[in-house]
C-alpha cells in the first residue's frame, strides 16, 4: 500500500498557507534583494573559492597591533605542540611551570612532560566518572546529569585546579623521560576506546546495582578496581608506561655539568620545581553571575580527593590589573578564553576586528559577553599562558602577549598577540598566586562557593 501523499508530502498550496514555512515568494525577495548590491557578487566571487579566515583578516588590525611589548618575561622557552589533542591546559600549566626553573638550573631550554601528565588525567578521569556513575546509578539514564556525563566520560580537557591536582600527586618529569607517543600527539582514537569502555562500565555499574539492592558502594567499588585496571592497560599499550624514577643530568648555559639521581617525578617537583601550586587561584570574569563571589562546577574533577574546582569571580578590571602584576614581576599567567572568536592565525592576532566579516556580508554582532554566555554562543575553549604586556603611558593595557602551544607555524613563531579590548570580551579566567593579591580579595576566596550545573559554560575548559 502506497504511502499517502498528504501525510509526507502536503501539496505546494499548503505550505504556501503554512505561517511558520518559507514561501517561494520570500525566496524570491531573498534573491532580488542579494542580487541588487553589487557588493554581494564582489563578496561571493572572493568567498566562493576561498576560506573566510585568513581571506577576511583586517589588515589595519594587524598593523594597528604589533608583536611588541612594554612588558615581557625574561625568559621563555621554545614554544610546544598538543597538535591533534586538547591538552592545551596542560600543556600552559607546564609552559608556566617551567620558567622559574630556565632561572634556577641556567639551561637553554627545558620542557615538562605533558604526556605524563596526560596518562595519570586519563586514570584518573576514569576514576572519577565510574565514581560518579555509582554516586548516580538511582537516577533514570536519560536524567540530564546522567546524560551529559555520558556524552563525554573522560575527555582531553581541563580545568587548572584539575591541573594542581595531578601535578601535586603525580609530580612532572623532563620529557625525554616520557616523551609523545602517537596516541598523546593524536588522541582521537584512543579517546573513542576509553570513552566506549567507560560507557559500558557505567552500564555494568548501573545493572549490578539494579538487580542487586542490598549491594553496597563498597561492592560496587570492588567491581570499579578490576575495571580501572584495563583502563590502565589502554594507556600503558598506547603511551607507554610511565617513568618511576629517572636520573636528571644535564649542562648549564656556561658549561657546567649537574646530575640529580634516582629522582621520583614526586621528588623532581618538590626539590627542582619549588613551585607551591595551591597557592595559585583562578579568577574569572563571569557577568551572569555575581562577583566577589566564589563557584564550583558540579561533577567536574579529575582526582577524587584533590581539591575542589574553585573561580573568584571578578569584574574584567581586576583580572587585567592582577594579570600585568604578575608579568611585571616576572610571573607568567595560565588563562582560559574562546581562542576560536576574532582569530587571524596566520598573523597571530586576538582582536574583535580582525575578521572583517561586516564587510564581506554586511553583518554586526550585537551580544555583549554575558549574553554570549547565556546563549552558548561563547565559553572556555582554550588555555595559554600570558608572557607579555603592552602599556601606554597612563599603565593602561593595550595589548597582551600569549604563548601558546600550537607550535611555531602560528603567529609570531607561535606567539600570539591579543587586543585589550579581545581580552574583555573573550577571556574568562586567569590563575595568579593569591600572596600577590590584595588582602580583602584573598578574604573572597574563604566563601562558600555557589554551585553552576555540569553544562555550564565556566566548566567548558574541561569539555
Given at each position: 500500500?502506497?504511502?499517502?501523499?498528504?501525510?509526507?508530502?502536503?501539496?505546494?498550496?499548503?505550505?504556501?498557507?503554512?505561517?511558520?514555512?518559507?514561501?517561494?515568494?520570500?525566496?524570491?525577495?531573498?534573491?532580488?534583494?542579494?542580487?541588487?548590491?553589487?557588493?554581494?557578487?564582489?563578496?561571493?566571487?572572493v568567498l566562493v573559492e576561498n576560506p573566510m579566515v585568513p581571506t577576511l583578516e583586517n589588515?589595519?588590525?594587524?598593523?594597528?597591533?604589533?608583536?611588541?611589548?612594554?612588558?615581557?618575561?625574561?625568559?621563555?622557552?621554545?614554544?610546544?605542540?598538543?597538535?591533534?589533542?586538547?591538552?592545551?591546559?596542560?600543556?600552559?600549566?607546564?609552559?608556566?611551570?617551567?620558567?622559574?626553573?630556565?632561572?634556577?638550573?641556567?639551561?637553554?631550554?627545558?620542557?615538562?612532560?605533558?604526556?605524563?601528565?596526560?596518562?595519570?588525567?586519563?586514570?584518573?578521569?576514569?576514576?572519577?566518572?565510574?565514581?560518579?556513575?555509582?554516586?548516580?546509578?538511582?537516577?533514570?539514564?536519560?536524567?540530564?546529569?546522567?546524560?551529559?556525563?555520558?556524552?563525554?566520560?573522560?575527555?582531553?580537557?581541563?580545568?587548572?585546579?584539575?591541573?594542581?591536582?595531578?601535578?601535586?600527586?603525580?609530580?612532572?618529569?623532563?620529557?625525554?623521560?616520557?616523551?609523545?607517543?602517537?596516541?598523546?600527539?593524536?588522541?582521537?582514537?584512543?579517546?573513542?576506546?576509553?570513552?566506549?569502555?567507560?560507557?559500558?562500565?557505567?552500564?555494568?555499574?548501573?545493572?549490578?546495582?539494579?538487580?542487586?539492592?542490598?549491594?553496597?558502594?563498597?561492592?560496587?567499588?570492588?567491581?570499579?578496581?578490576?575495571?580501572?585496571?584495563?583502563?590502565?592497560?589502554?594507556?600503558?599499550?598506547?603511551?607507554?608506561?610511565?617513568?618511576?624514577?629517572?636520573?636528571?643530568?644535564?649542562?648549564?648555559?656556561?658549561?657546567?655539568?649537574?646530575?640529580?639521581?634516582?629522582?621520583?617525578?614526586?621528588?623532581?617537583?618538590?626539590?627542582?620545581?619549588?613551585?607551591?601550586?595551591?597557592?595559585?587561584?583562578?579568577?574569572?570574569?563571569?557577568?551572569?553571575?555575581?562577583?566577589?563571589?566564589?563557584?564550583?562546577?558540579?561533577?567536574?574533577?579529575?582526582?577524587?580527593?584533590?581539591?575542589?574546582?574553585?573561580?573568584?569571580?571578578?569584574?574584567?578590571?581586576?583580572?587585567?590589573?592582577?594579570?600585568?602584576?604578575?608579568?611585571?614581576?616576572?610571573?607568567?599567567?595560565?588563562?582560559?578564553?574562546?581562542?576560536?572568536?576574532?582569530?587571524?592565525?596566520?598573523?597571530?592576532?586576538?582582536?574583535?576586528?580582525?575578521?572583517?566579516?561586516?564587510?564581506?556580508?554586511?553583518?554586526?554582532?550585537?551580544?555583549?559577553?554575558?549574553?554570549?554566555?547565556?546563549?552558548?554562543?561563547?565559553?572556555?575553549?582554550?588555555?595559554?599562558?600570558?608572557?607579555?604586556?603592552?602599556?601606554?603611558?597612563?599603565?593602561?593595557?593595550?595589548?597582551?602577549?600569549?604563548?601558546?602551544?600550537?607550535?611555531?607555524?602560528?603567529?609570531?613563531?607561535?606567539?600570539?598577540?591579543?587586543?585589550?579590548?579581545?581580552?574583555?570580551?573573550?577571556?574568562?579566567?586567569?590563575?595568579?598566586?593569591?600572596?600577590?593579591?590584595?588582602?580583602?580579595?584573598?578574604?573572597?576566596?574563604?566563601?562558600?562557593?555557589?554551585?553552576?550545573?555540569?553544562?555550564?559554560?565556566?566548566?567548558?575548559?574541561?569539555?
Amino acid at each position: 500500500m502506497g504511502l499517502q501523499q498528504t501525510k509526507l508530502y502536503p501539496p505546494s498550496d499548503a505550505i504556501a498557507d503554512d505561517p511558520t514555512a518559507i514561501s517561494l515568494g520570500d525566496v524570491e525577495d531573498f534573491q532580488n534583494i542579494f542580487e541588487s548590491d553589487p557588493r554581494n557578487r564582489l563578496a561571493s566571487n572572493v568567498l566562493v573559492e576561498n576560506p573566510m579566515v585568513p581571506t577576511l583578516e583586517n589588515r589595519k588590525a594587524v598593523l594597528d597591533l604589533p608583536h611588541v611589548f612594554s612588558e615581557k618575561l625574561e625568559l621563555e622557552g621554545k614554544v610546544t605542540n598538543q597538535k591533534k589533542s586538547g591538552r592545551c591546559w596542560i600543556f600552559a600549566g607546564l609552559n608556566a611551570l617551567r620558567i622559574p626553573m630556565l632561572a634556577e638550573y641556567k639551561v637553554e631550554d627545558l620542557e615538562l612532560s605533558q604526556p605524563y601528565v596526560f596518562f595519570f588525567d586519563k586514570l584518573e578521569k576514569s576514576n572519577w566518572f565510574l565514581e560518579s556513575m555509582i554516586e548516580l546509578r538511582d537516577k533514570p539514564v536519560d536524567d540530564r546529569t546522567v546524560s551529559f556525563l555520558l556524552s563525554d566520560p573522560a575527555q582531553d580537557g581541563g580545568q587548572w585546579d584539575m591541573f594542581v591536582a595531578l601535578v601535586e600527586k603525580y609530580g612532572v618529569v623532563p620529557k625525554r623521560f616520557y616523551p609523545e607517543s602517537y596516541h598523546t600527539s593524536n588522541t582521537n582514537e584512543l579517546n573513542r576506546l576509553v570513552k566506549k569502555k567507560l560507557r559500558d562500565y557505567a552500564m555494568e555499574l548501573r545493572q549490578y546495582a539494579a538487580e542487586h539492592p542490598e549491594a553496597t558502594v563498597e561492592d560496587l567499588r570492588t567491581q570499579k578496581s578490576g575495571m580501572l585496571q584495563q583502563i590502565y592497560k589502554f594507556l600503558a599499550i598506547t603511551m607507554g608506561e610511565p617513568p618511576k624514577s629517572f636520573d636528571w643530568n644535564y649542562r648549564d648555559k656556561d658549561g657546567a655539568y649537574h646530575s640529580h639521581s634516582n629522582l621520583t617525578p614526586l621528588q623532581f617537583y618538590r626539590e627542582h620545581v619549588k613551585v607551591h601550586l595551591p597557592d595559585y587561584v583562578s579568577i574569572v570574569n563571569d557577568p551572569r553571575n555575581e562577583y566577589r563571589q566564589t563557584y564550583t562546577v558540579e561533577y567536574l574533577g579529575n582526582v577524587k580527593g584533590g581539591p575542589m574546582i574553585r573561580h573568584l569571580n571578578l569584574d574584567v578590571e581586576h583580572l587585567k590589573q592582577f594579570a600585568a602584576d604578575a608579568i611585571k614581576s616576572g610571573k607568567p599567567v595560565w588563562f582560559g578564553c574562546d581562542v576560536g572568536q576574532f582569530l587571524a592565525r596566520r598573523s597571530g592576532l586576538l582582536d574583535p576586528e580582525a575578521i572583517d566579516y561586516h564587510s564581506a556580508f554586511g553583518v554586526e554582532f550585537t551580544m555583549n559577553k554575558a549574553q554570549r554566555l547565556e546563549y552558548r554562543e561563547s565559553l572556555m575553549t582554550h588555555a595559554m599562558m600570558l608572557s607579555g604586556v603592552h602599556l601606554d603611558d597612563a599603565g593602561k593595557p593595550i595589548r597582551w602577549r600569549i604563548e601558546n602551544s600550537w607550535g611555531e607555524d602560528h603567529g609570531e613563531k607561535g606567539f600570539l598577540c591579543m587586543s585589550d579590548q579581545w581580552f574583555e570580551e573573550y577571556l574568562y579566567q586567569i590563575v595568579v598566586n593569591k600572596h600577590d593579591l590584595p588582602e580583602d580579595i584573598v578574604e573572597l576566596l574563604d566563601k562558600e562557593p555557589v554551585v553552576l550545573p555540569p553544562w555550564d559554560p565556566m566548566g567548558s575548559l574541561a569539555n
